[in-house]
């Protein structure tokens, strides 16, 4: 059955429903971080208890001055973990796509980490995936 609630949220447990990003050339196709993403929530757990193990073994003054770094390196691997699906249009120095893998995404979006947020908050945004109900199919 429709209900006007789907007007509002993505498809059950995030099955389906992405979002292609596009950026200056590239797609990035996304999928909901949100709490019906099994996925999502998973990977924010892992990657959080990696990052909280690794910040127990410094000093305050060091996890003071790598939170930034931990925070970028949480938000890559969730990211690429659990809501980047696939990409198109990025290309190598000689004019040749890139495939998508989990490895060289890793590689490449490491390198931009406000591409990597701008690519997150996309992705948290229900109104990204939200689609339109036909009121005759009711």
Known sequence: ??????????????KSNTYDYEKHGVTF????????????????AK?????QDKANKLSEKEK????????????LDVLVDSLLVSWSGVIDNDGKPVDFTVKTAKEQLGRFPDLVAELMTAAANPKNFTYVVDDEKK
């Open 1 to 14: 059955m429709i209900t006007n609630l789907d007007k509002f949220y993505v498809n059950n447990k995030g």
């Open 29 to 44: 196709t996304l999928k909901f971080a949100g709490r019906a993403n099994e996925a999502f929530i998973a990977s924010t």
């Open 47 to 51: 990657h959080s208890v990696i990052l």
């Open 64 to 75: 003071e001055r790598k939170i930034i770094e931990f925070n970028q390196k949480l938000e």
